[in-house]
């Protein structure tokens, strides 16, 4: 058995820094006083996955997160036999160690993963609260103190590739989108290490991107990508290039679209 | 072998809570007195888990559950070899033990299992009611008190994934939907602890929501979402948060469908 | 080995009932008299399991039945190696028991199978009369009394799942459809244990439903269906009722055909 | 290893019959006395199996026949490792048996398998004249009596399942049709023990059948089907009912294709 | 370990018989100077596999064919670990005994493999010229002798299946076609064994074939094709007789299309 | 264990060759300081592989290079269990090998691989650094050396294969194009060791072939094609059968291509 009964390796032991934008902290409190599911919504890069190590830490629980891709089986989550000198080993998976000893577990982007994946947590999110080791005939009822949380980026889902109504009923939302101006210009001042001018510059940078969304531009600038774009530029790049290389460059490959950017982008220069 | 041939993990102590809306108990009873398969028909979240839960508590037997999805095979249900020290050993899958102990086994949304997991269940729900289990050259013929019970969301069925004729015909059918409005009101009192004004509110809410199925909505709001509000609201949260948080948000992600949603939603709040 | 060589739990003990409809038993003795292989056509529910089962017992020979599906391989029906403490044993599959120790074999639907599947009854077919184990680099002459008999639902095939012409020509067919009225009746009678009037009843709610085929039902009820709604009825459940959960419901889901079957069905009733 | 190096279970101890009805016997002897690999064209059930046995039988080889399949791979032709006792195993595959120790190999319908399965005869098809066992890194020369036959149905094919033009080039090529009318009475009279009247009608009944091919019949009534009619009509069935049960029923399941083939084999029933 | 280091049952012990048709030995020479990798680009029997085999004698380096198919993977090349009595043992592949003990190494029709087996390539084709061997965490420098040639028909590409430019740009080409008729005839001689006068005559008819290329038949006659002729005629089968097996019938299936090929072919026939 | 700690075999002994063309190596230099995953953009052949080479040297860390497919699969980045004598035990692979002891990894044409490989790399590039082993229940924090650069060809995008926004958004991007003529010739004079005239001629024929890149031709010549044909020519064989072979027959099997080419590439030559 690799993992220890109090996830000491998954314990998250500094308060993560998040800035609160609106009433998710008590939405997410009043779910976890009855250990709702919650499904977290919003774009890449906007802090859902902040937001939840920050609860996590909030209420003292593990956190146990996995990112889920369209290989991604049951077994991944639920664990699996493995050969050993003494024949075949149980080998609990992720989402089995959070039931079992109480973690918070977090399915990033639930809706990449295999079928199989999204109707193994069905027993775990209603008055069931159990999961089904069919592989094992055990039946393991959830530990008091866990939780399932979920992210889905609306944006990305085709009729081809959704939650069944099914799953979806089953979770309480909350959602994300880019903070506000002063509150991103904050965030990127703390996590890049710049000065207030060239916090504001970047968040005004953002905001022409943003609107080029649906115009050529698939997503605009991140807030990911800002805090990159300011340590680049406090690491003795200039500050074009180093716009350039974080915001222009990874955004879109076609010729105009980089054109128009860059005159928007340049209009915000100091 | 990890399982004990009394079930005692599948057994269920309480009454599970179930409020009958017709005969449902009379067909139920009148196919068990047969052994006949039964097949639970209706939308997410109207009660058919519930349903069989009771059946089998109140029949004494045990209920052994299974949640299918596309990636499940019939070894799955009937069972696998697993290597040991000792070389390798038989694992009876759930639909083995319930077959071999006498239990009630639900295949929950069995139109999403691959074909082969259909037939498995051919020679069972016919007059010969026994199990080949092709791996171990065996044939269990099944205990007297086995039954079998599959449910069947017919909103999802599409041309290329729907259960064959051959299966269909084995199969007496229960038809579910959501209760009447002072049932469905007792269930959510009963169920978030609620008290009576909030209850009939929130039916009132998802009865809105109900009539924009098929209007940019592809299911209304479940008994299930309407229990999750009243938990939020009764957590503290304020009313019209809870039911964003819990009806709103995991139903639509289209922003004039939010709109036109909390415009019916507020005209029946208090 | 699992397998004892004279088939025991695979021999028919009592006869089961059928009701011939026509030559179809002189012409099943004339194809085993020279072993030729033999094609049972016809729709879900109408007899031939209960045709082949009765065959096997006149004839005095064990019964092997196999329920082809997408995802059975040749080697489910020949067999397969395992491990084992002593390294890897070889297991006969259902057809290579069936082969060495002479038993009918009976594939259900074969045309659900994968082709390898298919393919590996040809030499068993012709004149050869051999079935190659090519794991085991064995080549088994079949045994004397070994006979192949397949199913096959003409309704069912379409251009891209259909058997190749060098499958098909390698058998006689004998064609199945429902009984006569009368026959159907006195099935029913048997089956369900009901008296005449209520036999002849549901008799004539069949036609109604079968009439309705193409036109909005895949199928009728088969007889099987008839035999359901007869034991649900005997078991105190209502008349209506019990047509309705034993043949409404589990035949249609569009509300409009089950409109129409109930008021053609209503006619019928006494 | 399973296999014994003389093959003798592959050995051919009776002539088979077979009517010659070209000069495909001298071609094929000039094909082997080079061990130029062979190519049998032609439609289901007109002999080519039984041509290739008995040259076999008249060439003093044994005969290693693999019906191919859309799931057969390379491993199944060379061979593979298996587990045992003393860890893995090399078995040789059927191919690969012919190869060392000089069989003819018979791949049957060849242009059913996956490609890989047609790679692996390339080296065999040349100069070369090897078999490279990539898994043992071994590079088997082949034996000096080893000689490859293929067979081909041409009226299967089509643009996506063609063999390569690199994989045809390799062949001589022998045609096979159905035989001329006295041929054809002269093998049923043989192969199912009828008197010369019946089988001149059967064969008249095949001239019938095969003015259908391209009208609604995928194929006329092969040889083989004339010869299970000409067993069943002289183990006491009718002559109408055995024509019915081994060409009729079999060939077509479309009711007006039944009706005008019965209307032209009753004109020529004696 | 089944290979031993001098590769010595890859080495050509006599000098295969190749007839030049330009400067391609001294561009592959020039090429195996700088050890630059080769793309030997042509037709099916034209003398691709002959020449490498003829270089590779000349240069005096074992030499390694592997004939790629669809299924092949990296592994099939590489090298896999395989489990025996002391556990796994890793067994080299072929292209990695040629990178090891410095082979030459041929992979014939590349791009038939899958796009693993085209990656794998990739650092052993540039300044690199090292093999990594993922599973085995092992960079195995290519020996100083090492050189990769490959094999592609242009004719048989399409855009689905092509070599990717990244691929592509790493290769030193060489045309091939079919050889001028003179030398054409001197190969015929030498290779079926027959008399000046019989050569011509197939080449005449062999360019009567390609002529038709485009008008109904994918290839012409190769060169393998007309020596199987000169073979089977010089093993007493009449000309007519040896070119219908050995040319026409392989060929093409449409009977028009053999038809007009005969025809053609009768106005060359002495 | 295969791998030492300091991953000796993957540190870059002398400095690459590699001519800089504007401040990639102070933007790279910039990201090392903060570790910020860097994505290299650009056409193939144009030396990304060469200046990641060139900046693992400079800033002596080891680099470990994956050229990433179609079926590569996230087990070939992070490991595996391989069964030994002692059962199963774990193989680090490449990724997790950098990660723990801080090597620079290298995924090329990361494009390439399948989506859970894409998704294992999500926790490694955004503040957590971390390395989930599921399979192993170990979450490995990243060696403070390790960075993780990816290569990526905006030419060879379509719509079902890109980089998904919540991957792409954690890169910071360098773009790559041909170098400008008098470098591009000071890169071939040095790699294939010719005279200044004639590297001069080879980037003008370079030239030619880009222009008619989108007007029949994919690509142009890249300067890895250039250095070959340098090679070729200096190694004796003329220049026009050097250009010949390393550029025109690679690049198109067009013959109208081929010719429009060679005029262009004659107009170049001395």
């Not at 820094?17 to 774009?43: C, S």
């Not at 069931?128 to 094992?136: C, G, H, W």
Request: proline content about 6%; aromatic content about 6%.
């Amino acid at each position: 058995m690799l993992t220890s009964p109090d996830l000491a390796a998954h314990r998250i032991a500094a308060e993560p820094y998040y800035r609160p934008v609106g009433d998710e902290i008590a939405v997410f409190e009043a779910a976890w006083a009855h250990r709702l599911p919650v499904m977290l919504k919003g774009p890449t890069g906007c802090g859902k996955t902040r937001f939840v190590e920050h609860m996590a830490w909030r209420l003292g629980r593990p956190l146990i997160t996995v990112a889920a891709h369209e290989d991604m089986t049951a077994a991944d989550l639920a664990g699996r036999f493995l050969l050993d000198a003494q024949g075949t080993v149980w080998h609990d998976g992720p989402l089995t160690q959070a039931v079992r000893h109480g973690a918070i577990c977090y399915l990033d982007e639930i809706v990449e993963a295999r079928q199989d994946t999204t109707v193994v947590i069905h027993p775990l999110t209603d008055a069931r609260r159990v999961l089904p080791l069919e592989k094992r005939g055990e039946l393991i009822p959830a530990h008091a103190d866990f939780q399932l949380v979920i992210s889905y980026n609306p944006g990305y889902q085709s009729a081809v590739k959704d939650l069944k109504e099914s799953t979806k009923q089953r979770f309480i939302a909350i959602d994300f989108d880019y903070p506000a101006p002063e509150i991103e210009a904050e965030i990127i001042r703390r996590e890049a290490g710049v000065e207030a001018g060239l916090a504001a510059t970047l968040v005004a940078i953002a905001a022409c991107s943003r609107r080029l969304r649906g115009q050529g531009l698939d997503e605009g600038a991140s807030t990911r990508m800002l805090i990159h774009a300011g340590r680049l530029a406090s690491g003795g790049v200039g500050l074009e290039t180093a716009v350039n290389a974080a915001i222009v460059l990874p955004i879109t490959d076609d010729a105009d679209m980089r054109a128009a950017l860059r005159v928007a982008i340049n209009a915000c220069l100091p």
